[in-house]
């Protein structure tokens, strides 16, 4: 069993489009994030949402909207995308909340999303 | 706020030798995570070992260790003879919530 689980894997579409990311975790735990990773590799975290409580939101376009409808869901989604998002979008769980502790994040396998 | 810095872009080492993998961390906060991941060209980030800043000893896991030296505010990675497998990228991140911009371990045959 896929401990976290995010689809699609890959995305690829036009500028002004609207599109979703699932993310889907089965370990129970009552922290989820999501992540953006940029072509340089920079890894950056933008939501992060604690039993269904959103907790941090970086400085994110409003275009980007998580939404959480139990604590083992957190899905992102983006309207009017634009070729600067183009990048891999990592979900990420923990047990806790990060910085609460030494919970160690169990992430998903990326979703590389191309804006073309 | 955290910070995060990994001055190696790129490191090489020989298969069966030691390596050393640098990051240094900036906060204010007397209490804090450093963790290591480990992104092999597969993409998946993987959860290599984790330093609390009241840990009395390095954290040790396996093949990996942390050279913690809080005066320095450094969390040094050190993976002991290392294997083809080892090759990746690898982040230091604090508190999981600020990552370093990673470091490329290739090990050479």
């Known amino acids: 069993d896929t401990a976290v689980s995010q689809t699609p894997k890959y995305l690829v579409t036009q500028m002004g489009n609207d599109k979703s990311i699932k993310c889907e975790q089965n370990?129970?735990?009552?922290?989820m994030y999501w992540y953006k990773q940029d072509s340089k590799k920079f890894l950056k975290i933008m939501f992060s949402?604690?039993?269904?409580?959103?907790?941090i939101n970086e400085t994110v376009p409003n275009r980007f909207s998580p939404k959480s409808p139990d604590k083992a869901h957190l899905n992102l989604h983006i309207n009017s995308l634009e070729l600067g998002d183009s990048a891999v979008y990592f979900c990420?769980?923990?047990?806790?909340?990060?910085?609460?502790?030494?919970?160690?994040?169990?992430f998903g396998s990326g979703t590389q999303l191309s804006v073309l | 706020a955290q910070k995060i810095t990994q001055t190696q872009p790129g490191m090489f080492v020989q298969e069966k030798e030691a390596v050393t993998l640098d990051c240094t961390y900036d906060?204010?906060?007397?209490?804090?995570?450093l963790f290591w991941y480990k992104q092999p060209s597969s993409g998946e980030m993987i959860f290599l070992i984790y330093?609390?800043?009241?840990?009395?000893q390095n954290a040790t896991e396996g093949r990996y260790s942390l050279n913690f030296q809080k005066a320095r505010k450094s969390a040094n990675l050190v993976i002991s003879a290392s294997q083809l497998g080892d090759s990746a990228m690898y982040f230091c991140?604090?508190?999981?919530?600020?990552f370093g911009t990673g470091t490329r371990l290739t090990v050479i045959p």
């Open positions: 370990l129970g735990h009552d922290t």
């Open positions: 330093q609390g800043s009241y840990d009395q």
């Open positions: 991140a604090g508190n999981n919530l600020f």
């Open positions: 906060t204010s906060d007397p209490s804090y995570g």
């Open positions: 949402y604690n039993n269904k409580e959103l907790i």
């Open positions: 990420a769980s923990s047990l806790t909340l990060a910085g609460t502790g030494n919970e160690k994040l169990f």
